[in-house]
C-alpha cells in the first residue's frame, strides 16, 4: 500500500515525496528525528517526544519549522491517513539547503525541511521478538560525544546492528572506558537481587521517553532503582536485562555476550515493567 507522507506543509503519496539532493540532512547528516509509537490509533508520549524534538533543535541552532500543535495536527492525519492502529510515526527536522553543499551553516532564514512517516506495525504490543527476549553482544561505542541530542547520525548503530546479526544476535549494546551506554536504539538496564541499574543521564546516552516513563512506573511499583555507571560484566552477572526504546516498549534481554541470564527467559521484572508500560501509556495516549 502507498502511504500518505508529509512533506514540508504537504500530505503526499510516498511515491510523489521529494526532497533536494542538497538537503542538509542528506549530506552533513545535519537532522534530528523522533519516533512516536502508536497504539490503538493513539500517540504514546507526544508531548515527551515534542519537548525532545525542541530541546535537539535548540542544541543545534536549528529552527523548530511547526508549533507543538501543529506537529500534533500532523502525527494525527497521518495516523489516520494511513489507517495505523500499532505502529511508528517518525519525524525528521534538518537543517534544509540552500541549494548547494557548504561545510558553513546556511543563513539563518533557510527554511528547515520537516518529515513524517508512518510505519505500520500489527501486534506491536504483542511481539513475537518480546515474549522471547532478546540476545545481546557488546561492542564499543565509538558515536560523537552529543548522543544526548537524536541527531540522525545512525551509521555506527546500525553497523552495531549488523555486528549483532552476524553474531546470529538481536541487538549490541555499547561500553565506554569499560561501562554500557546505552544499546543501537535503545536504553540498557540490569536487574540484581530486584535493584534495576541503568547508566544516569549525561551527554553519553540519549535521555530516553520510554527511559524516563519506565523509571516513574518501577518506583511507583516500589521497585529498586539505581542510576549509576555499570560494565558489560555486571550485567552478565544479572539475573535479568532489558531495554526500553519508543519502537520496543520494554524488551527483555536474555543473553549478553553469550552468557544466559536467569533461566534464559524473559526475567519478572521486565515483564512486568512492560505489562505497566503499555497498560498506563495506553490510557494516557492521545
Ligand atoms: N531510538 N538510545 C538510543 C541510541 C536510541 O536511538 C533510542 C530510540 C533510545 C530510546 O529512546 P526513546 O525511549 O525515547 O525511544 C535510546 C528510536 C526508537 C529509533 O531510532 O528508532
Not at 188 to 197: F, L, P, Q, S, T
Amino acid at each position: 500500500m502507498t502511504r500518505t507522507v508529509y512533506v514540508n506543509g504537504e500530505y503526499l503519496p510516498e511515491t510523489e515525496a521529494k526532497i533536494s539532493i542538497f538537503d542538509r540532512g542528506f549530506l552533513f547528516a545535519d537532522a534530528v528525528y523522533e519516533v512516536t509509537s502508536v497504539l490503538g490509533g493513539k500517540l504514546i508520549d507526544f508531548e515527551g517526544h515534542a519537548v525532545r524534538l525542541q530541546r535537539s533543535l535548540n542544541e543545534l541552532d536549528m529552527q523548530n519549522p511547526c508549533t507543538k500543535e501543529e506537529l500534533l495536527e500532523i502525527h494525527r492525519k497521518l495516523v489516520e491517513q494511513n489507517n495505523i492502529d500499532e505502529g511508528l510515526v517518525y519525524l525528521q527536522v534538518s537543517r534544509g539547503s540552500d541549494g548547494d553543499r557548504d561545510f558553513v551553516f546556511p543563513p539563518e532564514d533557510t527554511p528547515p525541511s520537516l518529515v513524517l512517516f508512518t510505519q505500520n506495525k500489527p501486534g506491536l504490543a504483542n511481539s513475537a521478538a518480546s515474549k522471547k527476549g532478546a540476545k545481546i553482544i557488546s561492542i564499543e561505542d565509538v558515536r560523537w560525544g552529543r548522543r544526548d541530542i537524536k541527531t540522525v547520525q545512525l551509521l555506527y548503530p546500525s553497523m552495531g546492528k549488523m555486528m549483532a546479526k552476524k553474531a546470529g544476535c538481536d541487538d549490541a549494546w555499547m561500553t565506554q572506558d569499560g561501562y554500557v551506554t546505552e544499546g543501537t536504539s535503545n536504553n540498557a538496564y540490569y536487574v540484581k537481587d530486584g535493584k534495576i541499574v541503568t547508566r544516569p543521564l549525561s551527554n553519553d546516552i540519549l535521555h530516553g521517553i520510554t527511559r524516563k516513563a519506565v523509571l516513574r512506573m518501577a518506583q511507583e511499583a516500589q521497585m529498586k532503582v539505581e542510576e549509576r555507571l555499570f560494565t558489560i560484566d555486571e550485567a552478565k552477572d544479572a539475573d535479568e536485562a532489558f531495554t526500553t526504546s519508543a519502537s520496543a516498549f520494554v524488551m527483555p534481554v536474555i543473553e549478553i555476550d553469550g552468557v544466559t541470564l536467569g533461566d534464559g527467559t524473559p526475567g519478572p521484572i521486565a515483564k512486568r515493567l512492560r505489562e505497566i508500560y503499555l497498560e498506563e501509556s495506553l490510557n494516557a495516549a492521545i
